[in-house]
């Protein structure tokens, strides 16, 4: 004869899942509370003193303005963008995103007539420590070409590494995540 707490687990078979479903949505709500005190100013730029809790949410702003502006271009302007937005971009991370740009981008940009549009749907500060931060950003790029039929819009998870030289934050990395 089974006992009587092994009769009770074989009638309900979803009781390990009731507290592992809760600690998820516990897990999510927490995510999401983290994400928007941080674009609120009341994240970790306090913790480690980073800066002003007015000057978070701009630094954030600038970092997506950035990455926008580098993922957007046409056959015309692909060289160009990259010259002007050089400035926001570390010296060795601006060095290897022009190589991409004059061996792959532009060359396909000028064969294929593509044109990226990029615009941010969101963006947030996930850490951030002296000079260095990391800015979590989402995009959604379309693009146009010859070899498309008609426009392909794509999203995108970019994870941004910035760093502070001379008070000023410059774009050291992009990764896809």
């Known amino acids: 004869?089974?006992?009587?707490?092994?009769?009770?687990?074989?009638?309900?078979?979803l009781r390990w899942r009731r507290p592992f479903g809760?600690?998820?949505v516990l897990a999510?709500?927490?995510?999401?509370?983290?994400h928007?005190?941080?674009?609120?100013?009341?994240?970790p730029e306090q913790v480690v003193g980073a800066g002003s809790s007015a000057e978070l949410?701009?630094?954030?702003?600038?970092?997506?303005?950035?990455?926008?502006?580098?993922?957007?271009?046409?056959?015309?302007n692909v060289k160009k963008r990259l010259s002007i937005e050089g400035a926001h971009l570390s010296d060795e991370f601006a060095d290897a995103f022009a190589?991409?740009?004059?061996?792959?981008?532009?060359?396909?940009?000028?064969?294929?007539?593509?044109?990226?549009?990029?615009?941010?749907?969101?963006?947030?500060?996930?850490?951030?420590?002296?000079s260095e931060a990391l800015v979590l950003v989402f995009v959604e790029t379309t693009t146009t070409s010859?070899?498309?039929?008609?426009?392909?819009?794509?999203?995108a998870r970019l994870r941004v590494s910035v760093v502070k030289v001379d008070g000023k934050w410059l774009i050291s990395e992009l990764d896809p995540v």
Request: aromatic share 6%; net charge negative.
């Open 28 to 34: 999510l709500v927490a995510v999401v509370a983290i």
């Open 22 to 24: 809760i600690g998820v």
């Open 57 to 76: 949410p701009a630094f954030v702003d600038d970092v997506e303005a950035h990455v926008v502006a580098l993922l957007s271009y046409t056959p015309g």
């Open 146 to 155: 010859k070899r498309l039929a008609e426009p392909r819009v794509d999203g």
């Open 36 to 43: 928007y005190g941080w674009r609120s100013g009341s994240g």
């Open 1 to 13: 004869m089974a006992s009587t707490s092994e009769t009770e687990s074989s009638r309900d078979p």
């Open 99 to 130: 190589k991409l740009t004059s061996t792959v981008i532009a060359p396909d940009a000028s064969k294929y007539d593509v044109t990226v549009k990029a615009k941010a749907v969101s963006s947030g500060l996930s850490s951030i420590r002296d």
